[in-house]
Every structure is written in structure tokens, then in C-alpha cells.
């Protein structure tokens, strides 16, 4: 099939096949009453609404989303079973996607591909069994109502939780990594990327199920009193992404100004960011520490900006005064941490301060060994690589191998010898020039 590779076309083979399989078992088996029927059909509806409301938990390398309709389905699965739950949550997702095609085909039809809509298409099949899958580990241990009336029913929630995200996140991440091209641990990278967005999302959608599910059994009415908690964590969720957006804006507008002021190290942040994340990756950190770290990378030398323009564009080499000048950047980016504090997670400044410790304790704050943060340590031996590397108007750079050997004499004192490792490591594989040209062409 054209635009399909082989793995694609096996996956949507199995995704959508087995996704039909599940849907008309769950239809078959779903015992269909008056009563199940209208509940059916309101969900239906807040379902399909509940979609249009999206939000990113997690950074722009993660597909993370949390959607309304998560309350909506897990309150169902709590009420009537998988079957009914399975069966409305496959019908809104499917008209969602097709809402979304016919306003794609009429505001961009030339983006509109046939592996673009199957790619967006198997989330059906792929919630359907998640699903399924979340409800047939809860009635396994569910013995009936009400439903929180036994330490047994408890875990029976705890069941469903610990199946709906692992589940509904590696199932995503294949999809994902099969469109990108990217390899199975991209996919797991992916999948544990987007884990670790549960530390909110699982401390908000799964209660407000079990709310929702619990007014519905007790009194219908009451449950539209969830409509201002909801709404609230929505707001709360929204306004949290946006500042995590702006705050990505600020480190690539920094790193921009940054470079646009020093010309003759143009592309140093970003390669340091690079080399970083390669390291990182290396050393099996995981993806959200590995997204800190290329943003730290980015603005490793923030502190920079209040150097005057005489020391830092100096055609030769700095007298000690003015090395001295120098060194206060690592000062004035822990000023920044200080002051933002709201955006320390974001705009790791701290992390960034601390790049010219050296291991043994004789850097600028005298830090030594694990008292410098581990994604300090792994942004010296990025920035020392593409230091040495890189031209300055009163030396050429050195070559790769020569700036590896003299990386490897630094064991030790300057840099830590289990990061050299793994930049090593990083190195021979080919990784820090994959990533680097990976990284500027997203970049620019």
C-alpha cells in the first residue's frame, strides 16, 4: 500500500481487526434494556463532547492527552460493565474522527493522507481495548455494589487504573513510533514519557469517575455537581499547559539571543543540547529527565546575557580579569532560579548553573561528585566535546577523536568518569550527530 511501510499496514491490520472484534463481542454480550440504552446514549453524547477538549500533560515530545472523556468512560465501566462501556466509547471516538477528517478536508484537504487518517482512526480500535481490557480487570475482582462497599471492590479500582494507562500509553506509543519510522525503544521511550503524566492525571480522572458513577447510582441530579470540579481541573490542566508552552517559547527565544549576540558560537546551545540528551539517553535516564536536560542544554550559558560585549566577543584569548568577569554567568543563572521559581521546573536554570563544577570539587562552587546534579555533570562533558571542537577566532577546534582522549583525561577531576562513559558510548554508536542534526532541523 503506498504510503504505508510493512510494519504500518501489519499494525492496522491487527489494530483495527481486533478492535472490531472486541466492539461487536461487547455489543453481543451487553445486556441492551430501556435503561441501558438511555444511559447508553447520554454518554454517548457526553463523550463525543467531551473530546473536544484536549490538553497535553506532559512536555511537546510526549503525546500525552487528557481528555474529558476519560471521567465519562471509566463512570460507565463502573456502572454497566466493560461491554456498554467498550461500545460508547468506540462510537464517540469514531465520530469524533470523523468530525475531525471533514474539517480537515475542508481547511487543509492537501494534509489529509491516507496513513494521516488511519494513524488518527486507530485510536478507535485502540481505546476500545483499553477499554475492554480495563473493565474485564475490574469485574475480576468486583463483587457488586455498592461500589465502594468492600475492601475487595477498592482493589478492583486499583486494578482498572493500573491496566487504563500502561495499556492505553503503550498502545499509543506503537502507533506513534510506527508513523515517525522510529525504532521499539523509541516506542518504549515513548511509552514511559507519557507514564510519567500520571501523577496528575491518575490522581484526578479515575476519583472523578468513581464520583460520577457513585451520584449516578444514589440520585442522577447530583451528578451535574460535578460539572465545577471538572471544569475547575480543566482550567487548572489548561492553564498549567500554556505556561509549560510559554516557558518552552522562552528557552528557544533565549538560546536564539544568546547566539544572535556571540555569532562565533552560533549552534553551541543546541549541540550542547544534543550531545546532552544522547549522553542521557546512553545512561538509560528517563524521558522526562532527558527533556530536562536537552532544555537545560539550550540555555546552559543564560548568564551570558549580562557579559559586556567587549569580554565575550574578544578576539583572543581572555586575561584573567576577564575570565574572572566570565565565570559570574553560572552567579547570574542561579539568580534567575532564584527568581523564578514558578518556572524552575521548566527553566531548569539551577541545572544549567551548575555545568562548570568539576568533579572533584574545584569548580566555582566548589560542589563535588554527587553533590553536583547529574544533569550538571553530563552538560560539562557536552559543552567541554563541542568546546574543543568548535572554531574561536584565536584557535581552531580540535578534532573529534583528539577532544574524546582529552575528555577521557579528565576522569575524575574535571568530569565525571560513569557520564564519559556513556558519552563514549553515545559517541561510537553514532548518536550525538543523529541527534544533533535531528534536533537543529526541528529547531530551524
Avoid at 112 to 126: E, M
Avoid at 295 to 301: E, F, M, N, T, V
Avoid at 391 to 399: D, F, H, K, L
Avoid at 405 to 411: G, T
Wanted: glycine share 6%.
Amino acid at each position: 500500500m503506498e504510503g504505508f511501510s510493512r510494519r504500518e499496514v501489519t499494525w492496522y491490520a491487527c489494530c483495527f481487526g481486533g478492535g472490531l472484534w472486541v466492539w461487536l463481542e461487547a455489543v453481543r454480550q451487553a445486556d441492551w434494556s430501556s435503561g441501558t440504552l438511555m444511559t447508553a446514549g447520554a454518554f454517548l453524547l457526553v463523550t463525543f463532547l467531551s473530546l473536544f477538549r484536549r490538553i497535553r500533560l506532559s512536555s511537546e515530545d510526549y503525546h500525552s492527552v487528557y481528555t474529558l472523556d476519560d471521567v465519562a468512560i471509566l463512570a460507565l465501566l463502573f456502572l454497566q460493565g466493560w461491554t456498554v462501556a467498550a461500545v460508547v466509547a468506540g462510537l464517540g471516538r469514531l465520530a469524533y474522527e470523523i468530525y475531525r477528517l471533514i474539517r480537515a478536508l475542508q481547511t487543509h484537504p492537501d494534509r489529509v493522507t491516507a496513513a494521516h487518517a488511519a494513524y488518527h482512526f486507530a485510536d478507535v480500535p485502540l481505546l476500545i481495548v483499553t477499554t475492554a481490557a480495563t473493565g474485564i480487570a475490574y469485574e475480576c475482582l468486583n463483587q457488586g455494589s455498592p461500589l465502594l462497599g468492600s475492601t475487595v471492590n477498592l482493589l478492583a479500582i486499583a486494578a482498572a487504573a493500573a491496566v487504563w494507562f500502561p495499556v492505553a500509553f503503550a498502545t499509543n506509543a506503537i502507533n506513534v513510533t510506527l508513523r515517525r519510522g522510529d525504532s521499539p525503544r523509541a516506542a518504549l521511550e515513548l511509552m514511559l514519557g507519557n507514564l510519567a503524566g500520571v501523577r496528575s492525571q491518575g490522581l484526578m480522572v479515575v476519583p472523578l469517575g468513581i464520583l460520577l458513577a457513585l451520584f449516578l447510582q444514589e440520585t442522577s441530579p447530583a451528578a451535574l455537581l460535578l460539572a465545577v470540579p471538572v471544569a475547575l481541573m480543566h482550567s487548572a490542566l489548561e492553564a498549567r499547559h500554556k505556561l509549560v508552552c510559554e516557558a518552552q517559547s522562552t528557552i528557544g527565544a533565549l538560546a536564539q539571543y544568546l547566539e544572535e549576540r556571540d555569532p562565533y558560537t552560533m549552534g553551541h546551545s543546541r549541540r550542547v543540547a544534543a550531545y546532552a540528551a544522547a549522553t542521557a539517553v546512553e545512561m538509560g535516564l528517563p524521558p522526562a529527565e532527558v527533556d530536562l536536560i536537552r532544555r537545560a542544554g539550550l540555555i546552559h550559558d543564560i548568564g551570558k546575557i549580562d557579559i559586556p560585549d567587549a569580554i565575550l566577543h574578544k578576539p583572543g584569548v581572555l586575561t584573567d580579569a576577564e575570565r574572572e568577569i566570565m565565570s559570574t554567568h553560572t552567579d547570574r543563572a542561579i539568580s534567575l532560579s532564584r527568581k523564578l521559581v514558578a518556572l524552575r521546573r521548566d527553566l531548569p536554570f539551577n541545572v544549567a548553573a551548575y555545568h562548570h563544577e568539576h568533579f572533584d570539587g574545584s569548580g566555582h562552587f566548589r560542589l563535588r561528585g554527587d553533590q553536583i546534579p547529574m544533569a550538571s555533570r553530563i552538560l560539562a562533558v557536552a559543552d567541554a566535546y563541542d568546546a574543543m571542537t568548535s572554531n574561536r577566532p584565536y584557535r581552531s577546534g580540535i578534532s573529534p577523536e583528539d577532544a574524546l582522549l582529552r575528555i577521557h583525561r579528565s576522569r575524575g577531576s574535571q568530569l565525571d568518569p560513569r557520564v564519559v562513559t556513556a558519552f563514549t558510548r553515545a559517541f561510537y554508536r553514532g548518536t550525538i550527530s543523529a541527534r544533533e542534526s535531528a534536533l537543529i532541523a526541528v529547531s530551524t
